[in-house]
């Protein structure tokens, strides 16, 4: 057994818990050389998964909407609010015409700020594996945005293809150099270098061994969320009531009910597997840089422009 000092040195050696736990995240100009783990557990997937996570004020919460049969409340929302604010902009494109007023150009921003700020809560697509960290003995969760994936996922492929190679092989692994640059969403660049060649990812062989029975487990770690938990998690994020909807009566829920009929969604496209590979279209890194704030909620905009129309008329 470990004495007390022999472990203390170990703790404030350990990784874990310092960034994210177990997580990897390649930050600005910060290589991150990796190998890349093979933990598929399920039948037909290969080495990651696929995931959407939606970030309410930095809450995280995956979004099923890509999966067969799954549906999402956070997407409903957001189709939702997007539906009542083009209603809001045909309003304004009237008002606007019988109006100069400074109030005009102030619904004008809130417009474009509440477009903004339902962009940022649209799920943002990654791909997620174990990966081991060059120097470091335990697994960690690499959530890979599509630019960093896509080469290690080729390079895998071909490999396969071509050569009859497995370079997730832990004894004959091909590393990869991450490397992340670029300031902020539209300019962020990964580049992704494989080593020369493949080598152990661990020297010692029972080391392998024992990393690889304690691997994170994905399935478990990305888990959808019941409905519930969705709900909760948005009511949350809008300050715990329901945003009503412009001119109902307590009906906030309708449409999300509407949607839901026959177990099938009709509020949101659903990504067929096959497709899971296509870029993401929206938000790849800007939950992690931008400070999310609260939205410029549809409502607000709203009582705005009702009260603009009431000034008008007199
Ligand atoms: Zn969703």
Redesign the pocket.
């Known amino acids: 057994m470990l004495t007390i000092e022999e472990l203390k040195a170990r703790v404030s050696k350990s990784k874990v818990g310092a960034s994210g736990g177990s997580f990897l995240k390649v930050e600005k100009n910060k290589p991150q050389t990796v190998y890349v783990l093979d933990g598929c557990y399920q039948p037909d997937e290969l080495f990651y998964k696929f995931i959407?996570t939606?970030f309410l004020n930095k809450k995280r919460i995956l979004?099923?909407?890509h999966e067969e049969g799954k549906t999402?409340y956070?997407?409903e929302q957001i189709t939702v609010q997007r539906e009542e604010l083009a209603k809001i902009q045909n309003d304004y494109e009237e008002i606007k015409r019988n109006s100069d007023d400074d109030e005009v150009e102030k619904i004008r921003e809130q417009i474009k700020s509440t477009e903004v700020t339902l962009d940022k809560l649209e799920?943002q697509r990654k791909y997620a594996f174990n990966v081991l960290v060059k120097g470091e003995e335990t697994a960690r969760i690499y959530e890979a945005p599509w630019l960093a994936f896509k080469p290690i996922h080729d390079t895998f492929r071909s490999a396969i293809e071509e050569w009859g190679v497995n370079i997730l092989d832990p004894s004959a692994s091909t590393a990869f150099t991450v490397t992340r640059t670029g300031d902020d969403f539209q300019s962020t660049k990964y580049s992704v270098a494989p080593a020369p060649r493949p080598t152990a990812i661990l020297e010692d062989k029972a080391k392998i061994e024992e990393l690889l029975k304690k691997l994170p487990d994905l399935d478990d770690k990305y888990k959808l969320p019941e409905l519930a938990d969705q709900v909760a998690a948005w009511n949350t994020y809008n300050g715990t009531t329901p945003p009503p909807i412009k001119g109902d009566n307590g009906s906030a829920n309708k449409p999300s009910s509407m949607s839901r009929i026959g177990g099938k969604a009709v509020t949101q496209t659903v990504i067929p597997k096959e497709e899971a590979l296509t870029p993401p279209t929206l938000g790849e890194e800007h939950a992690e840089q931008e400070t999310s704030r609260k939205p410029e909620s549809v409502t607000k905009v709203a009582s705005l422009l009702a009260r603009l129309k009431e000034t008008n008329k007199k």
């Open positions: 959407a939606h979004c099923g909407a999402c956070i997407c799920a």
